[in-house]
């Protein structure tokens, strides 16, 4: 499961240089740019809740099937619109982006489920490694996917990488296909979806520690988003960069957070947690001026792993 879920986490790195870079020179607006990662997020937003909820109330197994059979499918497609322009007819900023957002619609749907499938793979005293080998596979798609989707993309074109990130769910789907374990139910039978929506939004509320985190992650995403957004275009137009840049920049995220990793976990048994997000803060700040001024790519990188450093102190998935 961790080998087929990193394989096809790499595949999704690899979609998100492909398109990004395709829409620079589909549309030169930078808004049309910043879309694709809004095409890409909105969905967790949306889904988060009701994905959350699905989770408990089906078959996990049933589910985490039907969400990567899913992203195969609009990966594939997008691959064959992207790579055969003249029998499909080729593709436009619009149809990119209703596409991305579908396929990032299946990937908020199968969030919960998988993170809710880890208990039911290992026994509880192993549940702790569990979570950390999770957190490093993922981090470890994100620094090799981007570059090796810049490298595709500059040899082969984007409809090659929408090909390999559908290829990339193929193995997913295998390994859950042959897991036999049918994981047991969480809720009595007959739970209504709305009953299970109302109960998790009553339980938040009521959670106060929660509303802090969530209105300080919430500022931070808010400003941070700015990197995932605009990077295609600062790579292209003040790098002069070409897409294996941009691949590399991206991925200098992921190597970012595995660095992080390492380096935080010592620094919190000295410190407390609002001494390190406030430290992470001020250098996120330093990092973002610095790939704002920085105008060659070999500046650029550093900058790009030191400020998603900084960034792990906010979000859960880094």
Not at 172 to 179: A, E, M, N, T
Not at 181 to 186: D, Y
Request: overall charge positive.
């Amino acid at each position: 499961m961790w080998i087929a879920s990193v394989a096809s986490n790499i595949g999704t790195w690899m979609h998100t240089v492909g398109a990004s870079w395709l829409m620079t020179s589909l549309a030169a607006s930078p808004l049309l740019v910043a879309l694709v990662q809004t095409a890409t997020t909105l969905p967790i937003f949306l889904l988060g809740l009701p994905a959350g909820v699905m989770a408990d109330l089906i078959d996990r197994r049933k589910l985490l099937i039907f969400t990567q059979s899913w992203m195969l499918g609009v990966a594939a497609l997008l691959g064959l619109l992207v790579g055969l322009p003249k029998v499909f007819g080729g593709i436009g900023p619009w149809w990119l982006l209703a596409l991305t957002f579908a396929l990032g619609a299946g990937s908020a749907m199968n969030g919960p489920a998988w993170a809710a499938a880890i208990p039911e793979l290992v026994p509880r005293d192993e549940l702790p490694a569990a979570v950390a080998l999770n957190s490093v596979g993922f981090n470890i798609a994100r620094a090799v996917g981007p570059a090796l989707g810049g490298m595709v993309m500059a040899s082969a074109g984007a409809g090659a990488v929408f090909m390999a990130n559908a290829v990339s769910f193929l193995g997913v789907i295998v390994v859950l296909w042959s897991w036999k374990e049918r994981p047991p139910a969480v809720r009595e039978p007959g739970t209504r979806f709305r009953d299970a929506m109302r109960e998790g939004l009553v339980y938040v509320r009521n959670a106060g520690p929660f509303h802090a985190v969530l209105a300080r992650a919430g500022m931070f995403s808010l400003a941070g988003s700015a990197l995932w957004a605009m990077l295609p275009v600062v790579a292209r137009d003040e790098l002069k960069s070409t897409s294996l840049g941009y691949g590399i920049l991206l991925g200098c995220l992921g190597a970012g957070s595995v660095v992080g990793a390492a380096v935080l976990a010592p620094v919190r048994s000295r410190y407390s947690v609002d001494k390190i997000v406030a430290v992470g803060v001020v250098l996120f700040a330093i990092a973002t001026i610095g790939l704002a001024a920085l105008k060659t790519l070999a500046l650029a990188v550093p900058a790009s792993q030191g400020r998603d450093r900084d960034g792990r102190c906010f979000s859960g998935r880094r």
